[in-house]
């Protein structure tokens, strides 16, 4: 079946640094959607990618649908202590399949 | 964004009853909706797919008469967790896709907490 390989699957990271973390798959997605979801919460869809080559920023994050439309990127440039908490990739094919998670920690 | 509302967002229950899960779209219809479950620490793994109208469409593995959908209309769809054990103690959320994206963006509710006691 089709799988999502994310990394990387934590990272702590001081306030202020820049943030990357990337998505790919063996498969080709239409679309590809990063989420950010807190303890507790449901995922909130934060970016979404429907072309190849798409390059998409929302405030400090960009996102990137990548070429070969089988890898992701997503950045977040100077990070403060709220961007805390897991995010995850994902894209469509026919379902919607996720990858594993990266869980960031930011330091004051 | 569109708005997906889930609830509870917590239960405990006693093994062996069931429990019932609600996931309502609010400012949009829905034809097609989702259920997820998720352990601590990974990722959200896909159990079934609701439609409004018609029969879920369930995962490999997933138990049918187990957890049980209804899609009765384009704003609701329940998940109802029968006979629960121990074991299905997790964390369950649905999501819903506007039409008008074909189902290309997919907003989740707040998820339920379920602990089975």
């Known amino acids: 079946g089709q799988q999502l390989n994310q990394s990387p699957q934590s990272m702590f990271i001081q306030e202020g640094e820049d943030v990357s973390m990337n998505c790919t798959s063996s498969?080709?997605?239409?679309?590809w959607l990063w989420y950010k979801q807190d303890p507790g919460e449901g995922p909130v869809l934060l970016i979404a990618?429907?072309?190849?080559?798409e390059l998409t920023s929302n405030g400090r994050l960009t996102a990137q649908f990548g070429i070969t439309r089988k890898d992701s990127f997503l950045n977040i440039s100077a990070s403060i202590p709220s961007d805390v908490g897991i995010y995850f990739c994902?894209?469509?094919?026919?379902?919607?399949?996720f990858g594993q998670g990266t869980e960031l920690s930011v330091k004051p | 964004g569109a708005v997906v509302s889930q609830h509870p967002s917590w239960v405990i229950c006693k093994s062996g009853t069931s429990v019932k899960i609600e996931c309502r779209s609010l400012?949009?219809?829905?034809?097609?909706m989702f259920w997820y479950r998720q352990f601590p620490k990974q990722s959200l793994m896909l159990m079934a797919t609701?439609?409004?109208?018609?029969?879920?469409?369930?995962e490999q593995g997933v138990e049918k008469d187990k957890f049980l959908i209804n899609h009765a209309s384009l704003t609701l769809s329940t998940l109802t967790v029968t006979s629960a054990h121990p074991e299905d103690s997790s964390f369950y959320i649905c999501?819903?896709?506007?039409?008008?994206?074909?189902?290309?963006?997919?907003?989740f509710g707040q998820g339920t907490r379920l602990t089975v006691v």
């Open positions: 999501s819903a896709g506007r039409d008008d994206f074909m189902n290309t963006e997919a907003f």
């Open positions: 498969s080709i997605f239409n679309t």
């Open positions: 609701s439609n409004e109208g018609s029969k879920a469409t369930y």
């Open positions: 990618l429907y072309k190849a080559g």
């Open positions: 994902a894209g469509r094919g026919g379902k919607l399949i």
């Open positions: 400012d949009f219809q829905a034809t097609t």
